[in-house]
């Protein structure tokens, strides 16, 4: 099966740019509600995942933090407990699942690394889900 039958497209899936400042990643991460997010270089590569934890510890490094001093802190300059693990669009199911077993998400990129979208654990998990409801009515 192709891996990008799960693919949810970059042009729907929300991400930051490694040049981003704290205050944005911070507002994007709440305004979609997620817990983790990638994180892209301005070629439009795949550079890592920012993570709540990421974003914790980094914020702790700073005193007097406030929502201004924020425009001034590079989200680069955090560093990352684990970034997620991309797969390249023509990897295989085995490699994808691999990954998503320890990774909400997997970002996938094509064959010169730019981000193209991310495969969430959700849609693989649906999709067995759905596999295994049929061949239970058919036994």
């Known amino acids: 099966m192709n891996i990008l039958f799960f693919l ?13 400042t704290l205050r944005q990643v911070l507002e994007t991460m709440e305004y979609h509600k997620y817990a983790s997010i990638p994180m892209l270089n301005k070629n ?3 550079v ?29 300059d955090f560093p990352r407990k684990a970034d997620y693990e991309a797969v390249s669009a ?22 010169q690394n730019k981000f193209i979208g991310i495969i969430t654990r959700r849609s693989i ?3 067995c889900y759905e596999k295994l409801k049929k061949i239970d009515k058919n036994s």
């Open 90 to 111: 023509g990897s295989d199911m085995e490699d994808l699942v691999r990954k998503a077993m320890n990774q909400n998400f997997v970002p996938v990129v094509d064959d």
């Open 8 to 20: 949810k497209p970059k042009s729907e899936t929300a991400y930051v740019y490694d040049h981003c």
């Open 125 to 127: 998990i649906e999709y």
């Open 48 to 76: 890592g995942t920012i993570t709540e934890g990421d974003l914790l510890w980094g914020i702790k490094r700073y005193t007097n933090l406030n929502l201004k001093a924020a425009e001034n802190i590079f989200i680069q």
């Open 44 to 46: 439009g590569e795949y």
